[in-house]
């Protein structure tokens, strides 16, 4: 009895601690990068920008980031479907609108959630959910690289003119290729990968981690042999077409934005996109820092981005959050009936 007493608050102490480190830690970055881009400028003259802004079409843009969430909730169907499981549409829906507005408050925890709400309504295995939302992340890793790739081609003059015109940014990219440091951290790293699963076979967290690679290889297969892939690529192109004019039609809103272009559009597009990958509290700071450095190529000044990306960002995450409580209490009125 006296060893459980003693544990328990050791237990409780690193729950604790792990929590800390999960909320703090993301929203202390989100907050220090915010007071880094917000340091000289003066919140006066921010929000003389946003008000001059054409809220109408700001709140029109909203639409298709709801429409985005909506197909991603068909394209999550196709993916269980060939495991032998048929959830509702609309519990899929709502779970996904939830598991965004939970990202808020605890980064990626939201797609976890997100499994668990839907294995506990549905009875699917949360195991075999939480290999569908691997997959359904790693086809948007591949469609943000796509976007990436095509931004990058439709405007490569300018970034080669632009690198000539920075020779101390190329000089650094250039040295960081080059560096025999880069190969062999890839190579120590595939290295010390191989050596733990090849020597240690038996410890718990490397069985666990092959269980589950062996499970989702076994459901990947699955789908892969699924007669629907026509629709996936469909829903795919929906998904990231609504996520693109959800942020692009926000250009429109302001004077120094609306006549940048689509090329411009994809570019801040695709790098919004990728900070998205930074844990962090629903994008809260990155997600400035990739818009403001976008704009900032073409022209915009360091003001006129931050306001662009303040106001942006503040109606968008309302809105997510609402969609996300609207979800929720959804699937709590269906779960009492």
């Known amino acids: 009895m006296e060893e459980i007493n003693e544990e328990t608050p050791v237990s409780a102490k690193g729950s604790l601690l792990n929590k800390l480190i999960k909320v703090v830690l993301p929203l202390g970055l989100g907050i220090l990068i915010i007071y880094y881009l917000f340091r000289d400028i003066n919140f006066n003259d921010v929000w003389g920008i946003l008000r001059e802004a054409n809220w109408g079409i700001l709140l029109f843009s909203l639409i298709f980031g709801l429409l985005g969430n909506t197909i991603r909730g068909y394209r999550w169907e196709l993916f269980i479907k060939p495991l032998g499981y048929s959830p509702k549409i609309s519990n899929l829906n709502y779970a996904i609108y939830g598991g965004y507005a939970v990202n808020f408050a605890l980064p990626r925890a939201g ?27 790693i086809f948007d890793t591949i469609t943000v690289l796509c976007i990436s790739l095509i931004a990058f081609l439709l405007n490569m003059q300018f970034f080669i003119t632009q690198l000539k015109q920075n020779q101390g940014t190329l000089d650094s990219i250039l040295s960081i290729l080059k560096s025999p440091l880069l190969y062999l951290a890839i190579g120590a790293a595939i290295i010390t990968t191989y050596i733990v699963f090849k020597f240690f076979k038996e410890n718990f967290i490397v069985r666990k981690i092959k269980d589950f690679l062996s499970g989702m290889s076994k459901d990947m297969k699955a789908i892969w042999k699924m007669k629907t892939k026509g629709r996936l690529f469909l829903y795919t192109i929906g998904i990231w077409g609504s996520y693109f004019l959800y942020f692009y039609i926000t250009f429109f809103a302001f004077d120094f934005t609306e006549n940048l272009g689509f090329t411009a559009g994809l570019i801040a597009f695709a790098l919004s996109s990728i900070s998205m990958g930074v844990p962090s509290n629903g994008g809260l700071g990155p997600w400035q820092i990739a818009v403001i450095a976008s704009l900032s190529l073409y022209g915009v000044s360091s003001l006129q981005a931050t306001a662009f990306a303040t106001g942006v960002f503040a109606i968008q995450s309302i809105w997510v959050i609402l969609c996300g409580l609207f979800g929720m209490g959804m699937l709590a009125i269906k779960k009492s009936k």
């Open 111 to 137: 797609e976890i959630w997100r499994c668990g709400i839907i294995a506990k309504e549905e009875k699917v295995p949360f195991t075999k959910l939480f290999g569908t939302m691997i997959l359904d992340r």
